[in-house]
């Protein structure tokens, strides 16, 4: 044996650094070493040494290797190799497991596992072995108690997850041929998608009853939202031992993760974990299903039955894991002596994540979410004030006086808070009140939930940042996502946005950002929404970098339904939520960025499950029982009309123009608003520079139309654009954004190219602002477009807009450019309120025609308004501010006329002059073949709103600004109602001045139609 010279006195105080986390034994201390090592450096001493040795360890492997095999479970043994039971068991005697209570941790490289093994009476090895789980990655992991309970063992295969020979070995194909006799009643395909989805270690070590069992998990867990929790007795009659085999399916959920905080679910609630089988199976389309069967028993060794109220507590917290993020600050808070159930905790995480997103407007530095989240995680008082008090308010199973407890624990942490002499942490801890204050309905005592989803009342918010008070909120927070809904009247409508961040920098961005991009996309909607029923609105998620999309947008989804399903026989809402709003909520959503097709359908279809009164009517632009926005390019064909117009008060529309867009040919309003100019200009109009999110391409003399076409026709990003079509200009090119100076130049070149008109037809929020704007100027100091026509919402910061505004551009504001897309959307919830999916595909075609004639007719009546009104004081404003006094104004009296209309019984609204104005707003195919299902099927609140829209907007368009500016409100109503009478009068005129044979009808005709209304609606005052 070689023995370590020690050279110097260096050496050994190196040896004593290297131990100073120990406190070292008499023998090793410095001053002693020299000696050891001189007792043994003959080979005699080194032998009798190694003879003592392995004297000690065949005495403890005498003891050990009988008792191990004795107490294994019966599975372990038949599905554990030979090998690797040697190794386990060396293990338990060489890492003095049992001896000094020990935690060993193997990893073989050989075969690609990680296994601890943990000593522990009752089963608490196992909850001893469960926080080291999560930082290790598993496809399947296998945990064993001894049957006395002394030791526990669990293994983690990490080897790649792979299908291949998957069923080769002669012991996997005995097991395929019994699986497929087991599930032979089961649908064939789902059954084929399975067997070949299955990894081959998983079938090496699963039994064919755990992997029928998983196939019932997975099947179910496609069919449904919800986390699958199946409850199985088991009692054994020899030694009447009673039992549960829990089997458990979670969607996207990494496996040591799950097995980690379901042993901690158990745990909380002091039920044994015996034995674990956790595995992943990846299905097709990348869908990821975790499947767990543990055994467990009751501290008591009583039966375990649903009715159990503890076992109750831990299905609640299974449930509850499918929707909470792990692995953050908050975790902590499910362990230690007095630990938060999963729930509470979730409910801690919604607190913290509203106060650092309102908090961080303040000071970003001082309310970080980090901050944030720690100060409220180190206050374990607070929190359990709050708790309380949230449960003294939405507890439906509370007892006694609500309110009286309410306002106990209200007052309990107002004192806690208002006594910190630290400022910041005075106002984490006011803000957390803030929040939960103003919920008036929650779905986080329902036990089957996506995630925990609140109705927020709008006073919530802080006027100094928020001088606009929306009608309503809701906050919903989910396993990988959180996100905002606002909307700024009753019947509202707005898209669904999903912000997918590529890092966790652009996450924590968005996250901050998050409620001032809905509400600011809210606010302009509702500026945009005033030629329709439904006031402005918008939903917002932002989801964590590389989580499942899909799955995060249908945890949100089915939370907004919790609040605002309601029984069709009671009219309320699910039991278990306490309901402070107390008036039924109709919501309806639209699609934008990154909600696909297969979302929209799903979204539908979920509404129709959970029974939503309005289901086909909660988002629009299905692909079969709508209008397709992209496919028939809605939101373009409004885009181009203020276009058309801008281009008439230029002068220029008969000449040759140039155009610069942001948004490529494969966007919804770019790509649309690219074919749509070469459809109404041809080659009159050139388009000089194009960007998107992946690159650019530019040309002086125009990019080449026909391949510009392509790229629209089969939906490409600019970067595809044949650099050969370019014209040999100098300065033309086509780039990716996949350098620094690329990106830089894509993200630039809407300023830097000069044109007639820029398009912002895509891009992200703001980009915009106050302390960039300046680069949309040249050199020489002019602006580098004559006109800006906004098709994408919100491109501009409102400081930035007047500044370019002032530098002499003609801007048409976003509420007035890009409305179509929501009137459209208004006319296809029409159309979903009152007929049937087939009905609307036998008049589709004819149904999208008319309503774009009507969209185009609104956005011709706004343009012309504008220019006609800047005009007459072209000093004293600018079209942006003429945009925003329109739709004001609009909205005003849109508010007024609403709130009159709601105060008419129903029997009043049931009159010809309101007919008239329902069948004047709706597309005449509706109306000549549903005409009663108008007046029959649509929601009074509806009705309402549409006959407050279309008089407003109707008679402002024709009348000009400040036509209503001196009007009481009540008269106001009477002159709107004359208008409609006096339309309805003109219009027989005109009917009876086709049919006649007078001279000159057709100009008097249209004199009547200009102007006949507004003359007899004067005279009749």
Known sequence: MTLPKIHSQKWLSEVELLDSDMEPSVELKPANIENFFSSISDTKACDKAATSILNVLSKELEQTIPWYLSQMPPLYLWSTSQNALIDDILEIVSGKVLSENQIAERVSAATQTTTFIAAGEHSTATFRIAPLLSKHKAKVARLFNTLDKKIGLCELYQAPYTTEA?????????????????????????????????????VEVATVKQMSLAFEAVKYSIENENTYVNLTTIMDENTSDIRVRVDICLKHFPVTAAMENIIGIFNRYNFQVRRFLANEILMENNQRYTILHLISASPTGEMITDNMKSWGKVLKGLKTLSYVDHGDEFSSLLLGDSPFSLNETNLVRAMANWVHIFLTKQNPYYYSKDRVSRIIANNPVYMEFCIRYFRARFDPRFVGDRKS?????FDEIKLFYSELSDVVERNILKEGLNFLSHILKTNYFLISKGGLSFRIDPSALDKQ????????????????????????????RGGMRVVIPKNSGDYENALAGIFDEVNGLASAQQLKNKDIPEGGSKCVMVVRPHADKNEAVKAAISGLLDLIVTDSKIGALAEGIIDYYGKDEIIYLGPDENLTDDLIVWIIQHALHRKYKYAYAFMSSKPDFGINHKTYGVTSEGVNVYVDNVLRYLGIQNSTFRVKMTGGPDGDVAGNELNILYREYGERCRVVAVADGFGAA?????????????????????????????????KAFVISANTKENIKIRDNIYATVEAEVFIPAGGRPYTVKESNW????????????????????????????QKIVDSGVVVIKDSSANKAGVSCSSYEIIACLTILPEEFAEIKDIYVKQVLEIIRRNADQEAKLLFREWLKNKNNTDLVKLSYEISTEINQAKDILLDKLNQLKDEELVVDKFHFVLFKHCPPILVEKYKDRILNRLPRAHKIAILSAHMASHVIYREGLNWLESMHPDQIFKVALDYIEAERDIEKMVAELASSSISFKNEIMEVLKASGAKHLASSRM
């Open 698 to 730: 530019h040309d002086p003399k125009g990019l080449n139309w026909g391949e510009l076409i392509r790229l629209f026709k089969e939906s490409k990003s600019i970067v595809q654009f044949d650099p050969s079509k370019l014209s040999g200009d100098s």
């Open 405 to 409: 407890e309410a306002q106990h624990y």
């Open 166 to 202: 998957t069923w080769n070995a002669a012991k996997s194909k005995l097991k395929l041929q019994s699986l497929k006799e087991i599930l032979s009643q089961q649908p064939k395909n789902l059954v084929d998608s399975f067997l070949t989805s299955l990894d081959k270690d998983y």
């Open 465 to 492: 940042f928020y001088p606009e008070t929306p009608y309503g909120i809701f906050y919903m927070i989910g396993r990988n996502f959180r996100a905002f809904q606002v909307r700024y009247r009753d019947i509202s």
């Open 774 to 801: 300046d680069r949309y100027l040249l050199p020489s100091g002019r602006p580098s477009s004559l006109a800006i026509v906004e098709g994408a919402n919100i491109f501009f910061t409102k400081e930035a807009r």
